[in-house]
């Protein structure tokens, strides 16, 4: 089935019009994102069971950008009357001019910036999808999760709690200009096993997940996922502390996605190059890595939970090649920030939500898959480990410094796994050289849609990243 557009959104649509109308008298451009949103979220574990309607991206409301002689202002509602644009406008008008008067009274430097364009354009796509969340069967999830939970302390004498998540939210947005008039409608799931063990003191967990542009129906696949976060669990409960050095190390493809996010993630979002907080603005058409690396960014070349028909600036999406065999080609980029750095938009203009300002932000980011096998990769390491699990990381974009914390290496010695596991395992290292050691990628790719992704330390909106197995030599401790 099709994912049907929000039929609240329509019913604004003339009154929105109006506004535009009205707004159109007193500024040079206006816009309107207006979002209805709805999800679910059910939480099992041993202990306690939740069940809402609230993920990271459910929201109603509307956002009008205006500009006028070089600047532009935003005005954010939760509630708008289609029967009354007047009103509406006139409310936008004082507190945009209590806004435009505190500026001058207060002497803040501001970017002046050109118009956005606005070409004539007109699309409604409607995803397909099994379910839709605001439909399914909560108490059937529920029983289906508790008894994920169930089976999962069943399987170790150590399991303290096994915990099951599943969310699901379907995305309506509605992008409305004077010559535009884009509608999008589709659902995304994700959900996750968390296996918490203890043993002698001491507390572990597995972890695995799901996710894509699916309904409540995935959540059908998620039992799938319950042996491997107990086994990783167990084996993490032996593990040893790594000696800190520098190895030969081989990713998984969840661990090559975090790479590839926090190597180049806010480091070529191009609203730092306006600011001056990048190092990538210095490195465009330059060697950051070694000639296995192509990486691709945008809603458009991969199909999970950052994908999109437009951004929340009305910029359709785009599939971008930041890094063709390691030349760093290009970053993304808003629109406003394209218009200041005379560039064009990579449609990765986000917001958290309608009351949230656009920043230049990541959805899929995935390096391309080469032509190794993973046994021929094993095979050639002398003495490293075999990286898998990811839990954080972040990223200096000023000086291209990165750490990931992972859970867990499996040691490689003359070519063979030996069984020996170490947890947890934090990778640090300067990007060039983390990219540009890598020799080998692997045939085929995934990708993960299980994580969020902050700006400094809010902004928080959805990402996917991924990629093959790689191999390449990093600092572990």
């Given at each position: 089935m099709k994912a049907p557009f929000s039929n609240y959104l329509d019913s604004l649509v003339p009154g929105l019009r109006k506004l535009i109308e009205i707004l159109e008298q007193d500024f040079?451009?206006?816009?309107?994102?207006?979002?209805?949103?709805?999800?679910?979220?059910?939480?099992?574990?041993?202990?306690?069971?939740?069940?809402?309607?609230?993920t990271m991206t459910t929201e109603?409301?509307?956002?009008?950008?205006?500009?006028?002689?070089?600047?532009?202002?935003?005005?954010?509602?939760?509630?708008?009357?289609?029967?009354?644009?007047?009103?509406?406008?006139?409310?936008?008008?004082?507190?945009?001019?209590?806004?435009?008067?505190?500026?001058?009274n207060t002497d803040?430097?501001?970017?002046?910036?050109?118009?956005?364009?606005?070409?004539?354009?007109?699309?409604?796509?409607?995803?397909?999808?099994?379910?839709?969340?605001?439909?399914?069967?909560?108490?059937?999830?529920?029983?289906?999760?508790?008894?994920?939970?169930?089976?999962?302390?069943?399987?170790?004498?150590?399991?303290l709690d096994c915990i099951a998540n599943a969310q699901s939210t379907h995305i309506c947005k509605l992008f409305l200009t004077k010559n535009r008039f884009l509608r999008q409608s589709y659902v995304y799931s994700e959900g996750n096993v968390a296996a918490i063990l203890g043993r002698d003191g001491q507390n572990r967990f597995g972890y695995a997940g799901i996710a894509g542009l699916e309904g409540p129906e995935m959540f059908e696949k998620l039992s799938e996922k319950l042996d491997y976060a107990v086994s990783s669990g167990l084996e993490m409960l032996d593990a040893d502390r790594i000696v800190p050095g520098e190895y030969e190390i081989i990713t998984t493809p969840e661990v090559s996605g975090l790479i590839a996010h926090e190597?180049?993630?806010?480091?070529?979002?191009?609203?730092?190059?306006?600011?001056?907080?990048?190092?990538?603005?210095?490195?465009?058409?330059?060697?950051?890595g070694s000639d296995l690396v192509t990486m691709h960014e945008g809603a458009l070349c991969a199909e999970n939970v950052a994908s999109y028909v437009f951004d929340d600036e009305g910029t359709l999406a785009g599939d971008v090649t930041e890094i063709d065999k390691g030349i760093l080609k290009t970053g993304i980029c808003d629109a406003l920030s394209a218009l200041r750095l005379g560039t064009q938009p990579t449609g990765n203009g986000k917001r958290e939500n309608f009351e949230h300002k656009v920043y230049t932000r990541m959805t899929n980011t995935i390096f391309d898959s080469g032509k190794d096998s993973l046994e021929d990769m094993i095979a050639s390491v002398k003495y490293g480990y075999l990286l898998e699990g990811m839990q954080s990381g972040m990223e200096d974009p000023k000086h291209w410094g990165i750490q990931c914390i992972l859970q867990m290496g499996r040691e490689i010695k003359d070519g063979k796994l030996t069984g020996r596991v170490v947890s947890p395992v934090i990778m640090t290292g300067y990007v060039?050289?983390?990219?540009?050691?890598?020799?080998?990628?692997?045939?085929?790719?995934?990708?993960?849609?299980?994580?969020?992704?902050?700006?400094?330390?809010?902004?928080?909106?959805?990402?996917?990243?991924?990629?093959?197995?790689?191999k390449t030599v990093g600092r572990l401790g």
């Open positions: 040079d451009y206006v816009s309107v994102l207006s979002t209805d949103s709805k999800g679910l979220a059910v939480r099992i574990s041993q202990h306690s069971k939740s069940v809402g309607n609230q109603r409301g509307t956002v009008v950008r205006v500009y006028k002689d070089g600047l532009y202002s935003e005005y954010a509602m939760d509630r708008f009357d289609p029967e009354d644009p007047e009103g509406a406008a006139e409310q936008i008008r004082k507190t945009l001019a209590a806004q435009i008067e505190v500026l001058k803040a430097a501001v970017f002046e910036t050109e118009k956005l364009s606005d070409e004539p354009l007109e699309l409604l796509v409607e995803k397909e999808t099994g379910q839709l969340p605001e439909e399914a069967e909560l108490s059937s999830l529920v029983e289906q999760l508790a008894a994920i939970s169930d089976k999962g302390m069943s399987m170790s004498e150590y399991m190597a180049f993630g806010h480091g070529v979002e191009m609203d730092m190059f306006v600011k001056g907080r990048a190092l990538g603005a210095e490195y465009i058409d330059k060697r950051v060039p050289d983390l990219l540009g050691n890598i020799t080998m990628a692997s045939t085929g790719r995934e990708v993960f849609g299980n994580g969020g992704c902050g700006k400094g330390h809010k902004e928080w909106v959805k990402v996917s990243d991924g990629g093959p197995y790689l």
